[in-house]
């Protein structure tokens, strides 16, 4: 279960930005175009608008490829594609490094695939923000820009090329990385690792609680973890853990003998008891409409010819491994009645799901993303794919904002620029969210400092007066400000894709499970929201700058 991506809130926040960005620029602008100029100066800047509104109306798709395949050529003649032979090199060692037992094949999957994603990511986005920062200031430092402003090139085309020119050189490198980390996987696999690279498909649910009077809770017991990520419930009481499921009609419900499904729980022991033998649970189904339950038996073991054999109504909980489970079609009441599955639990693709814990005094926690049904898996190679997506997205900001970034500032200083930004946005921007969400206790910065040489706690009610209300309303400025400011720096967490490929999930499009986590079709749309304002900042600046300057 993840944090669904809110396209609606994003689209209204991306206008009300902009807007607000653009009523603020051309506000200034016309300000201090008359200040400095008088009357003249607002129709200079009306003047600069037209000219920039003929310009992008003029913009010549030819001339954009014209200098995309100079860039091209310019960063072969840097000698970028040296970033494969480094790739290759450590690659020619790198099992030697990541040896993983070979009884473990779990964990060999997850050290190979991470290790490829991750060498990949941090080979390319160097070396693109490099070309991208240092491009066009180097063209205007020996002066070859000269030859292509002359000529009947607008800027709008020279940034454009600029920045397709770039994400081409990284393309073509992520391709090139892409299959050679894919056949490197493969031949350090052996067949029962190869088995492991698969793309499973999840159906989440929302989890709730019983405690152990049976009264429905939003979390269980706390067994003294910081991170209230997971709670547990205990055993032998009428403690439950409760996945509510949506959209099991997508499963072949017509033909399947069994619903499958994969839990990854976790265990409490207040005492150690048989340690050779691990937690049991229990498992029940529940029509959500008619309330109608039964104990869900588990396959255990099949025939030949690939039909049931035996089924068990209690299973061990293998921690920090894969726990797969076949709950049988074929249920028995406690009744002795033998209903369906599908047909007598499953409402509408609707299915509720119980899991208690059998032992007494022993507890087993779990979050809502640790129990799903398992729906056919896709080939690695798919889950593969996208992954590498991810990172050429991030790759095309990284150039947009660089390739912007060097049309107003030397070559070192647009690098340590889109540095700071890719940073912030990749490692900071939770924090900038937490301060202007308004979830950071004790208030803003004038306040935190009162309370510091108050020596009051931030659950501490300030006084009511006229220089309390000034304090506060201080700070309130200064997070208005933050609100808008976040903006310019891209939450870089929905580009990370690499998790779900190392362990063997398909990426999702818009649920990024848990939350705070990647996905593809955010990715995406953050991409196309970022691409244009960049670019047109870039016009500007290089419209607006001095190119004699070196």
């Known amino acids: 279960m993840g ?86 090199v450590l690659f020619l060692f790198a099992g030697w490094f990541l040896a993983q037992p070979a009884s473990d094949p779990e964990q060999q999957v997850k050290v190979y695939v991470a290790f490829v994603m991750r060498t990949i990511a941090f080979l390319i986005i160097p070396m693109v923000l490099l070309l991208s920062c240092w491009g066009i200031p180097e063209d205007i430092r020996v002066r070859s820009i000269h030859t292509v402003v002359t000529k009947p090139c607008r800027r709008q085309e020279i940034v454009i090329g600029r920045v397709l020119g770039f994400t081409a050189i990284g393309g073509l490198l992520l391709a090139i990385m892409g299959v050679v980390g894919y056949v490197w996987i493969l031949r350090q696999l052996d067949a029962k690792g190869r088995e492991r690279l698969v793309a499973r498909v999840p159906v989440y649910g929302k989890i709730a609680f019983k405690d152990r009077e049976g009264v429905d809770q939003k979390q269980g017991i706390n067994t003294g973890d910081e991170w209230m990520f997971r709670s547990f419930i205990e055993g032998g009481t009428k403690s439950r853990m409760i996945w509510n499921f949506e959209g099991l009609d997508a499963f072949n419900l017509e033909t399947a003998d069994h619903l499958p499904m994969e839990a990854g729980f976790q265990v409490f022991r207040s005492y150690k008891g048989n340690m050779d033998r691990g937690i049991t649970c229990q498992i029940l189904v529940v029509n959500p409409d008619t309330e109608k339950r039964a104990v869900a038996p588990l396959v255990t073991s099949r025939d030949q010819a690939g039909k049931i054999e035996q089924t068990d109504n209690a299973f061990e909980v293998k921690e920090f491994r894969e726990n797969l489970l076949q709950l049988a079609r074929r249920v028995v009441d406690d009744e002795g009645n033998e209903l369906d599955l599908f047909k007598d639990f499953v409402s509408k693709g609707r299915l509720r799901v119980e899991v208690l814990c059998l032992p007494t005094q022993q507890y087993i926690g779990a979050a809502g993303p640790d129990l799903f049904v398992r729906l056919p898996d896709k080939p690695f190679v798919v889950s593969y794919a996208k992954g590498l997506l991810g990172i050429g997205l991030l790759t095309l900001m990284i150039v947009v904002i660089g ?30 969210d937490t301060i202007v969400d308004a979830k950071w206790v004790g208030g803003g910065a004038f306040e935190s400092i009162y309370r510091i040489f108050a020596h009051l706690n931030p ?83 290089l419209r607006l700058r001095e190119l004699e300057a070196k």
């Open 3 to 88: 944090s669904e991506f809110d396209f609606s809130g994003a689209l209204i926040t991306y206008i009300s930005v902009i807007g607000s960005l653009l009523f603020a620029i051309i506000t200034v602008s016309v300000a201090g175009s008359f200040v400095v100029g008088g009357k003249t100066g607002p129709l200079a800047v009306l003047s600069i608008l037209r000219l920039a509104v003929e310009d992008w109306l003029s913009t010549s798709p030819r001339r954009i490829w014209a200098i995309t395949k100079l860039t091209i050529l310019e960063a072969i003649r840097r000698k970028a594609l040296l970033v494969g032979v480094v790739f290759a």
């Open 403 to 432: 390739v912007c970034a060097s049309t107003f500032v030397k070559g070192p200083v647009a690098t340590m620029t889109t540095f700071f930004i890719v940073l912030v946005g990749a490692t900071g921007r939770a924090f900038l």
């Open 459 to 541: 659950q501490t009610e300030l006084p009511s007066t006229l220089p309390f209300k000034v304090m506060q309303l201080v700070d309130g400025a200064g997070v208005g400000f933050l609100r808008s400011v976040r903006y310019l720096f891209p939450d870089f967490k929905f580009f990370d894709l690499t998790p779900y490929v190392a362990y063997g999930f398909d990426v999702p499009w818009t649920n990024p499970v848990p939350p705070n986590s990647g996905a593809l079709l955010p990715s995406l749309i953050i991409t196309a929201g970022y691409l244009l304002p960049w670019i047109v900042l870039g016009y500007f600046s």
